[in-house]
Nanobody, 108 residues
Framework: VQLVESGGGSVQPGGSLRLSCASS??????MGWYRQAPGKQRELVAG???????NYADSVKGRFTVSRDNAKNTMYLQMNNLKPEDTAVYYC?????WGQGTQVTVSS
């Protein structure tokens, strides 16, 4: 399995971004978005089961939405009302494989 993230970038506080994670193979179980800020440990941001059940870190509840399109082997992370503390490298994870990461920077 190979995972490729896209959609990162730089935005001002309050802005939005949508991340995508494309898988080279069908994945029918858990997929997750993680992030790692400088000097901090990697943390789970949002996860989604094969059946579509989602869970979120408390810090992003109400602002981020994880979804998946199994027909396209793709997972998404819609991020709204972004804050400077959301700045990090965001990684896709599935099937014991990590993507290469995509940088998200929130700054005025």
């Amino acid at each position: 399995v190979q995972l490729v993230e896209s959609g990162g970038g730089s935005v001002q506080p309050g802005g939005s971004l949508r991340l995508s994670c494309a898988s080279s193979e069908s994945i029918w179980f858990f997929m997750g978005w993680y992030r790692q800020a400088p000097g901090k440990q990697r943390e789970l941001v949002a996860g989604i089961t094969g059946g579509g059940s989602a869970n979120y870190a408390d810090s992003v509840k109400g602002r981020f939405t994880v979804s998946r399109d199994n027909a396209k082997n793709t997972m998404y992370l819609q991020m709204n009302n972004l804050k400077p503390e959301d700045t990090a490298v965001y990684y896709c994870y599935a099937a014991n494989v990590w993507g290469q990461g995509t940088q998200v920077t929130v700054s005025s």
